[in-house]
T-cell receptor
Framework: NAGVMQNPRHLVRRRGQEARLRCSPM?????VYWYRQLPEEGLKFMVY????????ESGMPKERFSAEFPKEGPSILRIQQVVRGDSAAYFC???????????????FGPGTRLTVL | GQNIDQPTEMTATEGAIVQINCTYQ??????LFWYQQHAGEAPTFLSY??LDGLEEKGRFSSFLSRSKGYSYLLLKELQMKDSASYLC?????????????WGLGTSLAVNP
């Protein structure tokens, strides 16, 4: 059973370009979460999605950032017109439906390290 | 408001026992998680508590007191590979909202 997949693992963009980060949840998981982590800092919640539905986007910056989780295919975190401050590790996690699994914990992908030049 | 507090750094010696504390103030409570994160890697699940008491899993144990808003992670027989950041997270919502509120993590250094 493959774990949470993220790609690319490393992404370099110049200021003003767009960054698209992809996340495929674990098989059978219907909930996806995106986090941002700066060096030596904690995880910052960004957005929580189910298929075709955003449940909670309270951690998303109001501009330039968007996320989707279509019926088919991976979840996408999109950052438009990137700036140097967007450089960070972006982690995706997935969990099963509530009530499935003993703890309904989140399983994390390996992360995408975004560097903005 | 929401608040998760844990010490920033701790140091311990190989073979010893260390206790990492976490206190929380959240608007709701639906479980507390501990994760381990090695530098440059993804967090991995360690333990889960939703009822008061101690949950033991090998060298790692986790304790919860809901009335005090307090948890600790206990690591026994420390090994060098236990050097990592330990993250405390509280699940607030029930039903459809499964968001976790995360602490900033405790960086543990295990010395020989």
């Amino acid at each position: 059973n493959a774990g949470v997949m993220q790609n690319p693992r490393h992404l370099v963009r110049r200021r003003g370009q767009e960054a698209r980060l992809r996340c495929s949840p674990m098989k059978g998981h219907s909930h996806v979460y995106w986090y941002r982590q700066l060096p030596e800092e904690g995880l910052k919640f960004m957005v929580y999605l189910q298929k075709e539905n955003i449940i909670d986007e309270s951690g998303m910056p109001k501009e330039r950032f968007s996320a989707e989780f279509p019926k088919e295919g991976p979840s996408i975190l999109r950052i438009q017109q990137v700036v140097r401050g967007d450089s960070a590790a972006y982690f995706c996690a997935s969990s099963p439906l509530p009530g499935q699994g003993p703890h309904n914990e989140q399983f994390f992908g390996p992360g995408t390290r975004l560097t903005v030049l | 408001g929401q608040n998760i507090d844990q010490p920033t750094e701790m140091t311990a010696t190989e073979g010893a026992i260390v206790q990492i504390n976490c206190t929380y103030q959240t608007s709701g409570f639906n479980g507390l998680f501990w994760y381990q994160q090695h530098a440059g890697e993804a967090p991995t699940f360690l333990s889960y508590n939703v009822l008061d008491g101690l949950e033991e899993k090998g060298r790692f144990s986790s304790f919860l007191s809901r009335s005090k808003g307090y948890s600790y992670l206990l690591l026994k027989e420390l090994q060098m590979k236990d050097s990592a950041s330990y993250l405390c997270a509280v699940r607030e919502g029930a039903g459809n909202n499964r968001k976790l509120i995360w602490g900033l993590g405790t960086s543990l250094a295990v010395n020989p």
